[in-house]
């Protein structure tokens, strides 16, 4: 497995709060020059009212101040974006847990945790590829709380599914009414590296990207014999 140490700052599109200013500053000059040719030919004994053009400079000048205020806002939380990747490097190459149902298959193993808030009558564990196919099931803990589950990377066939795949872990649990009970799902894997992307810090788990809000622990203990 290829480990990626740098932080990969792909810069966000600004486009939308920085592209309006020289689009403003063109339209502010062709205001001025309409504002100063009508001030030079006014008919000095009907002069226009230039309460309005005053009112129209103060407005134009708003919104100046205000894409102004939007592109300083944008360059701090890049700056702030830039930080949280340098903070999170250390993490490359360590295993973490966080919040959500896809995991990477690594050297032919794909870690979850699930957590059963009452005892189930049955669990069924159904782990699909990123096609919504399912490609391996068996039986989970009935018992409530928190479960670990270990996939080998082996189909329901036998089959060894290649590393590098990325795979969800649905649980159907029930209880003695057949009534469905609702499951949180977590995931395990190693950090490839960290990326920025749309202004938010991503954590690269060999192919599966992980926003870094959803960080549950770092070097968790995960049970490898279920």
């Known amino acids: 497995m290829t480990t990626t140490t740098g932080v990969n700052a792909t810069q966000p599109t600004t486009s939308s709060s920085t592209s309006g200013v020289p689009d403003f500053t063109s339209n502010f000059n062709t205001f001025l020059t309409l504002l100063t040719t009508q001030l030079q030919n006014q008919d000095p004994l009907s002069p226009v009212d230039t309460s309005q053009f005053t009112q129209q400079l103060v407005g134009f000048s708003e919104v100046e101040q205000q894409i102004n205020t939007n592109s300083n806002l944008q360059q701090l939380i890049q700056l702030q974006n830039n930080d949280a990747a340098i903070a999170a490097t250390p993490l490359v190459g360590t295993t973490i847990q966080y919040n959500s149902a896809t995991a990477p298959l690594s050297s032919s193993q794909a870690g979850f945790a699930y957590n059963l808030p009452s005892k189930a009558s049955s669990v069924n564990l159904l782990v699909e590829d990123a096609s919504g196919n399912v490609v391996y099931s068996t039986s989970g803990n009935t018992a409530a709380g928190t479960h670990d589950f270990v996939w080998d990377g082996k189909t329901s066939a036998g089959v060894q599914m290649p590393d590098g795949g990325q795979y969800t872990l649905q649980v159907v ?54």
């Open 173 to 226: 649990a029930t209880d003695a009414s057949q009534n469905a009970i609702t499951t949180t799902v977590s995931s395990f894997g190693v950090v490839d590296g960290v990326n920025i992307a749309n202004n938010t810090t991503n954590l690269d788990l060999s192919g599966v990207s992980v926003p870094l809000s959803e960080l549950l622990a770092i070097n968790p203990k995960i049970d490898t014999s279920k």
